[in-house]
């Protein structure tokens, strides 16, 4: 009798791990076309930067103006690439440095007014694209979706 439900565990064990390779398959395929995504909202910017780069743009749009250490914990990068990267986009006219108010010797990027209207075009280039993408869905499967992923996320 033992066997038959060590028979049952190990089907559905097996089942559980066939749906997980399946969640993973479709996760690995979102992250791809989401660097699609970011790729074709990137294309914009002349002269051209990396995703990488987009990244601290895009963060320094949402969040504000930031010291390097503040970037880099957000975006989990290493501090010295923030400081190149705000450095390139600096000479590209899409950041500025001020003074830290609350270290006077540091330094806090911020985007410039370029720097605004590339990214906001930026994003919005992404959201088209994205849109197109779930344009057809009911708003069940939308707010459904958006559920699962948060919780995903930790966040739900």
Not at 30 to 56: G, T
Request: charged share 25%; proline share 3%; glycine share 8%.
């Amino acid at each position: 009798m033992s066997d038959a439900r060590d028979d049952t565990g190990s089907a559905a064990k097996l089942h559980r791990d066939i749906i997980t390779r399946e969640l993973g398959t479709e996760l690995n395929a979102l992250i791809m076309a989401s660097r699609a995504v970011m790729a074709e909202a990137v294309a914009c910017f002349q002269p051209p930067i990396s995703s990488s780069a987009f990244q601290v743009l895009h963060w320094l749009h949402s969040f504000g103006p930031a010291n390097a250490s503040r970037i880099a914990e957000a975006l989990v990068m290493d501090r010295s690439v923030i400081s190149r990267l705000t450095k390139q986009l600096g000479q590209s006219g899409l950041t500025e440095t001020r003074p830290d108010d609350q270290d006077g010797r540091g330094v806090v990027y911020a985007l410039t007014e370029a720097g605004h209207a590339k990214v906001a075009d930026a994003i919005a280039r992404k959201g088209n694209l994205f849109e197109m993408r779930i344009v057809q869905w009911q708003e069940a499967d939308l707010v459904h979706l958006t559920r699962l992923l948060r919780k995903l996320n930790g966040r739900g």
